[in-house]
């Protein structure tokens, strides 16, 4: 059995997303967000180590606009690792996570604590 590396919540959510790489927007549905990264799925794979910013709609005003990196790809999922986010979408994010999470709390708690080593 693998001991369990990841040091923050992975909340399992259904949302459209639009990830723009070398220059195409590619709609993909997210599996799970975290407050460093998100899974999906994507009609076509991706190229690992990829930059690329995610566009994630909240609603008619608020919409989320994170760098990241494409850790991993395959065709069950991609993982995409998260760079740099303004403070709005950082705010927006952490009370997306909140609301969806097992234990809200948790995520105020994971936040006083260093996600890398």
Known sequence: MTTERRKRTRVPVCFDLNIVVGGR???VQTQNISMTGVSFRSP?????NDRCKIHLRLDKEIQLEIKAKILRSCEEETIASFMEM???SFYHLKRLLQYNAADSDQI???LGKPAFP
Do not use: L, R, S
Not at 44 to 48: I, R
């Open 25 to 27: 927007k590619i709609k």
């Open 44 to 48: 076509e794979p991706f190229t690992v």
């Open 86 to 88: 303004d403070e709005d």
């Open 108 to 110: 105020e708690k994971e």
